[in-house]
C-alpha cells in the first residue's frame, strides 16, 4: 500500500513562511511527477505547484515568486516553501503523485494539510 503523508501546516500571520512536506511511503519504485493542490472553503480545487521527476517546476500566477517545490528524491519527499504568505492562501494543501509500483503507476493522493493565514 502507498500512501503519501503530508505535514508542515498550520497558523501563520500575514507575510510570514510555512514548509510543508509530502512524504510517501510503501512499496515505491519511484515517483514521478508530483503537484501541491489547495482548496479553499466555497472554491474548486486548485494547482498550486508541480514537480517532475528531474525537478522542473510549474507554478500557480497566483503564487509565482513566493512558493518553491522541491524534491528529494532519496526520501521519497517533496517540499512546498511558501513564503510571503497572504490570507487568501488559506486553504487544505494536498500532495499528488504518480508512483510506480510493482507492475504500474498508481495515482496517490495525501490527506491534505490546513494552511491558516491571519490578518
Known amino acids: 500500500q502507498v500512501q503519501l503523508v503530508e505535514s508542515g501546516g498550520g497558523l501563520v500571520q500575514a507575510g510570514g513562511s510555512l514548509r510543508l512536506s509530502c512524504a510517501a511511503s510503501?512499496?515505491?519504485?519511484?515517483?514521478?511527477?508530483m503537484g501541491w493542490y489547495r482548496q479553499a472553503p466555497g472554491k474548486q480545487r486548485e494547482l498550486v505547484a508541480s514537480?517532475?521527476?528531474?525537478?522542473?517546476?510549474n507554478y500557480a500566477d497566483s503564487v509565482k515568486g513566493r512558493f518553491i517545490a522541491s524534491r528529494d528524491n532519496a526520501k521519497n519527499t517533496v517540499y512546498l516553501q511558501m513564503n510571503s504568505l497572504k490570507p487568501e492562501d488559506t486553504a487544505v494543501y494536498s500532495c499528488?503523485?504518480?508512483?510506480?509500483?510493482?507492475?504500474?503507476?498508481?495515482?496517490?493522493w495525501g490527506q491534505g494539510t490546513l494552511v491558516t493565514v491571519s490578518i
Open positions: 499528488n503523485a504518480w508512483v510506480a509500483v510493482p507492475g504500474r503507476y498508481l495515482e496517490v
Open positions: 510503501g512499496s515505491i519504485f519511484s515517483i514521478n511527477d
Open positions: 514537480i517532475t521527476s528531474g525537478s522542473v517546476t
